[in-house]
Nanobody
């Protein structure tokens, strides 16, 4: 099966930047649609961004203009560039993959282990 391994979480000041990465491995990894969700205590896991099958990113409204998703297809890796970070961005971020663009949880077939992103002020 496909495995997703993510990294890059940490502590950053409000207004700062952070980059998360996620690499897919295993049979079929090159065909997995990849994106990101995030979750805070007591809330459901929330969609952040995904690549569509055409390669264009789709963003949740609150991160538009601040987050940028890119892909290194040769290495089955996606990068989430997060700029102008706010306290509200604090969450555990989960890499997600699926046979269809992972626009919502019901489409996710594979999850990464999660990485903590904390914004301080």
């Amino acid at each position: 099966q496909v495995q997703l391994v993510e990294s890059g979480g940490g502590l950053v000041q409000a207004g700062g930047s952070l980059i998360l990465s996620c690499t897919a491995s295993g049979r079929g990894a090159s065909n997995v649609n990849m994106g990101w969700f995030r979750q805070t205590p007591g809330k459901e896991r929330e969609f952040v961004v995904t690549l569509t099958q055409s390669g264009n990113p789709v963003y949740e409204d609150s991160v538009k203009g601040r987050f940028t998703l890119s892909k290194d297809g040769a290495r089955n890796t996606v990068f989430l560039q997060m700029d102008s970070l706010e306290a509200e961005d604090t969450a555990v971020y989960y890499c997600a993959g699926g046979r269809l663009p992972v626009l919502f949880r019901q489409r996710v077939d594979y999850w990464g282990q999660g990485t903590q992103v904390t914004i301080s002020s």
